[in-house]
């Protein structure tokens, strides 16, 4: 009976690989923050931004199922008040610039010209906000958010029918994080562009 040699040896070889990587990712499974950043870089569609910044009930506060009272069983002004309108949208840039980096970008900015010169945002005033993540001075991030969020503006200004005297600018620098900064995918969800209607 003759062995077949080499050819067991891949096998063996292939199959300890494979099981090595189920183990690994059963053990080391990817962090909470990565997932969140991976989720977020999906498109946002014109409808999707009609539907958040649109004239729709904004979202409330607290989850329906949940009534929460104040004493006397008033609810406190905390509590009823509504969440703002805004959406964050995932802008790529070139390292240490107001270039925009992809094909992705390019396409959800279009997106947003689209949604904010339709019927149904065209009327209403917004901020466009820059956010950066924790790497670098406190000055230089809020002055490299503004120019981002400048950009942005600038970019949805050429790009569609957008009233460009609705859109104001802000930079909030490093101030504002939505997720820690210690490794890449956090600092990923931190480097954004939010949409809040002004109203």
Known sequence: MRSSGPRSLRFLLASALFASTL??????????????AQSQERMVSKQEFIEKLGNSQPAQSQPQGIRLRGPGGVKSGAQTAQAPKEIAIAIHFKYDSTELADEFSRDQLREAGEAFSSDEL?????????HTD???ADAYNLDLSVRRAQAVKD?????SQ????KLLVKGYGK?????????EAGRALNRRVVFKRLD
């Open 175 to 183: 101030s504002q994080p939505v997720a820690g900064n210690d490794d």
């Open 155 to 159: 970019a949805l200004c050429r790009g």
């Open 23 to 36: 183990l690994a990712a059963a053990l080391f499974p990817v962090p909470a923050a990565q997932a969140q």
């Open 162 to 165: 957008v009233d460009c005297g």
């Open 134 to 136: 924790a790497l670098g």
């Open 122 to 130: 065209r009327g209403l005033a917004f901020e466009v906000g820059g």
